[in-house]
């Protein structure tokens, strides 16, 4: 996980403490939630709970009515979230956030199940605020800077943690070997053997092995919009491929992000220092 800056955590909370991550499946394995380890606390005991969602402010639980946190809290008893996390590259992060019930709701008219909507009375940790706002900024800047190409040097490889500039891009279902050329939030360019007309329109999804800080395979769907011919290579071509925006997996805008919020922060600082 990336040290963030004080001055970071700041801008972070200050933009986006009043947006709300909703814990899919995909969220809790990016964040490395733990979700066994998530719990309701009052003075007499903690019940465990499903995080439902969570901004900087406040969060979304979901208990039964027969959980004894239920009771509690229907009874507006103080109480804390716990929540864990066990990044592989980092210790395990837990802590626990004082909090004030706002409101009970049935969970999909389910007569057993309630969403609990509750309010931090402390400002959120450093570490969610950090884990929070890098999500949103990967988001945003997945849309504000979505054509901004990294060329595939080996710096930048090194920089992205790519594995290796070899690929693989699964071609109607057919792993084709490749090279990477450029990658970008929207899309990609690599270098393949084929021949323009079989390759045009064609639906791709493409492999990336990243190695730092952790090992991670990503895949990405997407689909041929432009072919171009490798001068002195007939059986050669690049091929652009256009994301398909609404599955670009979050871990992959977080590459991206990092990578480019990265260099255009070294950029600033040299600036600093003509």
């Given amino acids: 996980m990336a ?15 009043d947006s709300e991550v909703i814990f899919t499946k995909e969220i809790i394995k990016t964040l490395s939630l ?9 003075t007499e005991g903690q019940w465990p709970c499903i995080l439902s969602s969570c901004s900087l402010l406040g969060a ?12 509690k809290m229907t009874e507006g008893a103080a109480v804390s979230l716990r929540l864990c996390f066990v990044p592989p590259d980092s210790s395990t992060i837990t802590f626990f956030i004082n909090s004030r019930v706002e409101s009970v709701q049935p969970y999909m ?36 800077r979505r054509e901004e190409r990294i060329a595939i040097t080996p710096d930048s490889k090194r920089k992205l943690g790519l594995t290796k500039e070899e690929t693989i891009v699964y071609v109607q279902n057919v792993p ?5 050329r450029d990658i970008s939030f929207s899309g990609v360019k690599i270098i393949l053997v084929g021949l323009k007309p079989f390759l045009m329109k064609q639906s791709v ?40 925006e609404k599955t670009v997996p979050i871990a992959y805008k977080l590459r991206i992000n990092e990578y480019i919020t990265n260099v255009r922060k070294n950029q600033l600082d040299n600036m600093d220092t003509v």
Avoid: W
């Avoid at 979700?35 to 606390?41: A, D, L, S, T």
């Avoid at 492999?207 to 490798?230: H, L, M, S, W, Y």
């Fill in 60 to 71: 979304k639980v979901i208990i039964g009515r027969k959980s004894g946190a239920f009771e």
């Fill in 109 to 144: 008219n389910n007569g057993e199940l309630f969403v609990i909507s509750m309010e931090f009375s402390q400002r959120a940790p450093d570490d969610l605020i950090g884990m929070l706002g890098n999500l949103h900024e990967a988001n945003a800047n997945a849309v504000r």
């Fill in 205 to 244: 999804i493409v492999n990336f092995d990243f190695e730092e800080p952790t090992a991670e395979n990503i895949q990405v769907k997407g689909v041929v919009v432009r072919c171009d011919e490798v001068q002195g290579r007939k059986d050669l071509v690049v091929a652009s491929i256009l994301f398909d």
């Fill in 176 to 180: 084709r070997h490749c090279i990477l």
């Fill in 34 to 42: 733990d979700p066994r380890q998530i719990y309701i606390k009052t």
């Fill in 3 to 17: 040290l963030t800056t004080s001055q970071q955590l700041m801008k972070y909370y200050d933009i986006y403490r």
